[in-house]
């Protein structure tokens, strides 16, 4: 059954046009999908532009991947297409990657609060970043957007060739299904729950346990086992330091060697050339070793199983496109976007930006260029990733140009460029991440790093955000 809510698609079209002082500011019906940091935050942004916006969600709390569940899925591999699947990817302990000054929005600081619970270290466990999106919900008046218990299960053009009006059609929890048309549709529904999982000849075979670290949570299945992870990004450097506080043996496989100044326990091999049906894992330098488990901390794939367009927009070998500046289709835009595609930089920060710039080209405040130049701007960055020699599945990694992406946004947008202070927070959280230094959290100074005493702060009269307009 299909039915509508609230004010009708018709009286929207009238309402569209509005005029706020000397410019024509266009007001649509906006559905965002997900109410996840980036779905916040992008409803806000919206809402400041004057759209009427709906958030969808199909869990009971705003949050998203934050929000902690210590189930794990009835495939634990995330193969199974038929699987119950769980949203977020958070393991028990997991301590966040990036200090606060650069996990929060431009004038909503994730400030230590003092108070029964908080965690005032400077990269605190995920329960205070659940906390802080939970109040940033409130604060903003967001959370009175938000449809919980909505799982949007379809969102497909009404007539085709017309590109302002999408049927977003959900399912609740009680399987009521109902329909609605929005003229713009905003998509966050995440990225990091739908498994990708490291392929070698014998996995299949192979008795052991495997499982992909969406489904990690406690160290404690792995005692006294030898366990072998495979990929040594953030996730699978952090969780291998978890999984060592209680298996015999951790074993690191992948392409690249980190700098480990830890540990005994833990070793480091080339990726798997081959597993073997008795429980043998052969490596690519020729080692092997018998091992209990695999973990594969091998990353996510982009999902979007409720999109209809027709094959205007595909997912192929991990790169969504055609995306203009990773969040227009050009030839649905500006009414389809996407938010928080890109991965390698300031998530918070990206979010932020992003959703700003798509709330002020729905409004009209802000031009998108021709869709016949988009295409050939798409076109033109593909050029540049295969001439570096990135694989495709690399489209959406921003390290390529080092912040140009987000300080290019801030151009759109008219706002100053970004403090250099935050681009070196991240790059030194990243390294601090992928180093293996157990203790870096805790031993790096962010506050006095802040204030320059500490080897690259910006200087504390650079610490307020600039992204006030
Ligand atoms: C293990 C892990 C650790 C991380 N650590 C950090 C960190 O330390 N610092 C940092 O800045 N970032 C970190 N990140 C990145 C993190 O993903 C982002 O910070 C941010 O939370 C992403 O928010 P999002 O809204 O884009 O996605 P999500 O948080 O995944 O939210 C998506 C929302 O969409 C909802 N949804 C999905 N599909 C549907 C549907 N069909 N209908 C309705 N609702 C739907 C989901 O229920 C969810 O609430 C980490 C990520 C992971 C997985």
Redesign the pocket.
């Known amino acids: 059954m299909h039915k509508k809510k609230g004010l009708s698609t018709h009286h929207w079209y009238i309402a569209r046009f509005i005029m706020t002082g000397a410019m024509a500011q266009r007001r649509v019906k906006a559905a965002v ?8 935050v992008a409803a806000r942004e919206l809402r400041r532009e004057g759209h009427h916006v709906v958030v ?4 009971n709390e ?6 902690y569940d210590p189930r794990i899925e009835s495939d634990p591999s995330g193969l199974d297409p038929a699987r119950e699947v769980i ?5 028990k302990s ?5 200090p606060r000054p ?2 929060g929005f431009s004038d909503y600081p994730f400030d230590a609060k003092p108070g029964v619970g908080d965690d005032p270290r400077p ?1 605190p466990g ?1 329960e205070a ?1 659940l906390r802080f ?1 939970q109040g940033f919900a409130a604060d903003s008046g967001v959370v009175e957007l938000v449809r919980f218990g ?4 379809r969102i497909e053009r009404a007539v085709e060739g017309r590109n302002d009006e999408w049927v977003v059609e ?1 399912r609740t929890r009680d399987g009521e299904a109902s329909a609605e048309v929005f003229e713009a549709v905003v998509v ?6 739908e498994p990708r999982l490291a392929e070698f000849p014998g996995r299949t075979t192979w008795r052991g346990e495997q499982i992909h ?1 969406h489904n990690y949570r406690v160290p404690k299945p792995y005692k006294d086992k030898i366990v072998v992870i495979i990929g040594n990004g ?2 699978g450097i952090d969780i291998a330091k978890d999984v060592l506080l209680a298996a015999k043996e951790v074993h690191l496989a992948s392409r690249e060697t980190t700098t480990f100044k830890i540990h005994g326990g833990l070793f480091q091999h080339s990726p798997i050339d081959h597993a073997e049906e008795d429980g043998k894992i052969v490596f690519q330098d020729g080692s092997s070793i018998y091992v209990d488990a695999i973990i594969h901390c091998s990353g ?1 794939k982009y999902h979007f ?2 999109l209809k367009t027709n094959e205007i927009v595909n997912v192929d070998d991990n790169c969504v496109a055609p995306l203009y500046q990773h969040v227009f289709p050009p030839a649905l835009a500006p009414w389809l976007s996407f ?2 595609i890109p991965y390698r930089t ?3 920060l990206l ?1 932020e930006l992003q959703s700003r710039w798509v709330a002020k080209i729905l409004s009209g405040k802000i031009q998108l260029p021709s869709k016949e130049d988009m295409t050939s701007s798409v076109q033109e960055y593909y050029q540049r990733i295969e001439a570096v020699g990135w694989p495709k599945r690399h489209t959406h990694r921003l390290q390529l140009e080092k912040f140009d992406y987000e300080n290019w946004l801030v151009g759109e947008l008219g706002l100053p460029p970004l403090e250099k202070w935050r681009q070196n927070m991240y790059f030194t959280s990243f390294d601090l991440l992928t180093t293996f230094d157990e203790n870096g959290r805790d031993t790096w100074d962010v506050e006095k790093w802040m204030k320059g005493e500490e080897g690259g702060g910006g200087g504390s009269d650079n610490i307020n955000y600039t992204l006030e307009c």
Do not use: Q
């Not at 966050?188 to 729950?193: I, R």
């Open positions: 999908i997900g109410a996840g940091m980036s779905g916040l969808f969600e199909k869990g705003v949050g998203g991947t934050w929000v949203h977020s990817s958070m393991y997991l301590r966040v990657n990036l650069i996990m990269f995920h970043v999106l909505h799982e949007v299960v959900w966050c529904n995440g990225k990091f729950t670290s953030p996730s996510y199983p409720f938010i928080a300031i998530t918070f979010s």
